[in-house]
């Protein structure tokens, strides 16, 4: 078996039946296509890759700046333009909702973020970001900002902008399906809830 054929061999073994996205008989066929499915694993390998080194690239929690961790990095950024509840903060980052409720406490005690009362009105309290935490995240993106100009520095102009196209819909392509497992999720939570409180009143 040549390399193309091993790689489509794996990936279609690591298919879960319901994820194949619905987009027509045409796309289905070139998923099937050996080259395709080689570049789609090229692509969750170099995916694994490219988180590792933007942490490292990036220096969260350089003991020598000791700016943030990544995950309130990525907490901050989510919380950058408007109070969020745990529960919008999980369907944003498709984080647990116990990991968010640890995450968030740590925060806390750190000073970077607040909670406050829905300004809406709503049930849940929410997390607003805080000064501190605003001045770290600016901090922490500038010294992002400043590793990735360094890495793309031998890139031309084109290349950085076909490459932030592509990476901006592979990342709303991700969103689009992290949102849709959360909202299953939280249905088929919310339906098994109502089951065993009518067996309840039985």
Do not use: C
Not at 157 to 185: C, K, M, P, W
Request: glycine share 6%; hydrophobic share 35%; charged share 25%.
């Amino acid at each position: 078996m040549n390399s193309a054929s091993h790689d489509a061999a794996h990936i279609e073994d690591h298919v879960t039946p319901g994820t194949e996205a619905p987009d027509g008989e045409d796309n289905a066929k070139s998923r099937a296509d050996p080259k395709v499915l080689a570049d789609i694993v090229s692509i969750e390998y170099e995916s694994f890759l490219l988180g590792k080194r933007l942490t490292r690239v990036a220096g969260f929690r350089d003991p020598q700046l000791g700016i943030l961790d990544r995950s309130a990095y990525i907490l901050l950024v989510s919380l950058e333009h408007a109070p969020l509840s745990i529960g919008e903060l999980s369907a944003i980052t498709g984080l647990e909702t116990s990991t968010l409720n640890r995450q968030t406490a740590a925060m806390r005690r750190e000073g970077l973020i607040n909670r406050i009362a829905d300004p809406d009105g709503g049930m849940a309290r929410k997390f607003i970001i805080s000064s501190e935490g605003s001045t770290r995240l600016t901090q922490q993106r500038h010294r992002n900002l400043g590793a990735l100009r360094t890495v793309l520095a031998d890139w031309s102009d084109e290349d950085i902008s076909q490459f932030a196209a592509s990476l901006t819909r592979f990342n709303r392509s991700i969103y689009g399906h992290v949102a849709v497992r959360h909202a299953q999720s939280t249905s088929e939570a919310t339906s098994s809830q109502a089951s065993h409180q009518k067996a309840s009143l039985r």
